[in-house]
Each structure stands twice: as structure tokens, then as C-alpha cells.
């Protein structure tokens, strides 16, 4: 189905605040393409002629009014996740293990843990300390958190948090240091 079977209710489409789809159909259409009707549609969907009993669409909370079903967008909670460093003990670096993820390192940088968290990484470093959830490197030959890597890349979502923390151990592994985690 394309988006010119779908019927407006203002004019000024993108700019409309609600519209009315009569197909069925549309459901598939809208579960592939959330992010781009959630940009558009900005208080509420209204959907026909739908012979579900729930409708569920990721983003938006739907409530059945006779034969319509209303749905309006659910706000993003806001970003709470961060990425990490934690400087490790240089003796980390004898693990072969360690050795063999860091060919390229320069023995006179730093030894570093890079992850990501979605709680405060102070607590998040004590818990690797405590043992909860944690990296045996971090717990053995963890130091202290060092800020300077990564303070200014934080808050941001979790799919953000993924993809930087990956980044981060590349960046920080191409620069020489030795870097465990990141993956």
C-alpha cells in the first residue's frame, strides 16, 4: 500500500496532526515504517476497519473509540546510557589473551577497558569491583575511571551507547593504547 491511499485530515500533509487510513492492510506497512510516521504524525493515528482486538504498533498507545482505533505517539524516554574507560593495571597486558587483541599497542600508553552501561558508570565501576556482571580484567586490574575519554560523549540512547563503545575501543586501540572490551 502507498502513502497516497492514505487520506489526511488537515491539509499540509507532512504537517498534519492526525489521519485516517482505511485499509488493513496499512498495519504491515506501519510496523516497517515507524520511524518515519512517527516524524510525521504528531498527536494521533486514526485507524478503520481493522478487525483486531489490539492493535499494537511500537510508539504509539491505541485505544478503540466504536470504529476507529486512536493511537497517539508515546514520548521517547530520555537518553540514559553511557559509554566508559577504566584504566587498568599495565600487567594486563602480559595476558596473552590481552596480547593478541592489542598487536599494534605502544607499551608506554595506557591499558584501558572501554564498556557501556545504561546506570551511572561510578556504579557501574563499583559493581565490575564487586563482581556483579563483571569483566574478570576489570575486577583483577581495575584502577579508576578515567572521565577524560569519555565524558563529553554522554548521555545517549542504548543503540547510540552499542555503536560508541565500539568506536571508542577502535579510536582508542588505533591510537596505541591497549584496550580490552569494546565488543
Known amino acids: 500500500i502507498s502513502m497516497a491511499s492514505i487520506r489526511f485530515v488537515e491539509k499540509g500533509y507532512p504537517k498534519a496532526d492526525a489521519w485516517i487510513a482505511d485499509c488493513p492492510e496499512l498495519l504491515l506497512t506501519i510496523r516497517k515504517d515507524q520511524d518515519r510516521i512517527r516524524r510525521k504524525v504528531r498527536k494521533a493515528l486514526f485507524l478503520s476497519n481493522l478487525h483486531h482486538k489490539k492493535v499494537k504498533i511500537r510508539g504509539f498507545r491505541f485505544v478503540q473509540k466504536e470504529q476507529f482505533w486512536i493511537g497517539t505517539p508515546v514520548p521517547c524516554p530520555p537518553p540514559h546510557h553511557s559509554v566508559y574507560v577504566i584504566e587498568l593495571d599495565p600487567s594486563v597486558a602480559r595476558s596473552k589473551r590481552v596480547a593478541e587483541l592489542n598487536s599494534c599497542r605502544n607499551p608506554s600508553k595506557l591499558c584501558l577497558y572501554v564498556g557501556m552501561t545504561g546506570l551511572s558508570v561510578e556504579q557501574r565501576f563499583e559493581n565490575h569491583k564487586?563482581?556483579?556482571?563483571?569483566?574478570?580484567?576489570?575486577?583483577?586490574?581495575?584502577?579508576?575511571?578515567?572521565?577524560?575519554?569519555?565524558?563529553?560523549?554522554?548521555?545517549?540512547?542504548?543503540?547510540?551507547?552499542?555503536?560508541?563503545?565500539?568506536?571508542?575501543?577502535?579510536?582508542?586501540?588505533?591510537?596505541?593504547?591497549?584496550?580490552?572490551?569494546?565488543?
Not at 137 to 152: A, D, H, I, M, S
Request: glycine share 12%; hydrophobic share 30%; charged share 30%.
Open 130 to 183: 564487586r563482581g556483579y556482571k563483571d569483566s574478570s580484567l576489570v575486577r583483577k586490574y581495575g584502577l579508576r575511571l578515567r572521565p577524560e575519554f569519555y565524558e563529553q560523549l554522554n548521555p545517549m540512547s542504548q543503540r547510540g551507547a552499542v555503536w560508541m563503545e565500539k568506536k571508542l575501543a577502535a579510536e582508542l586501540r588505533s591510537k596505541g593504547y591497549t584496550i580490552v572490551g569494546g565488543t
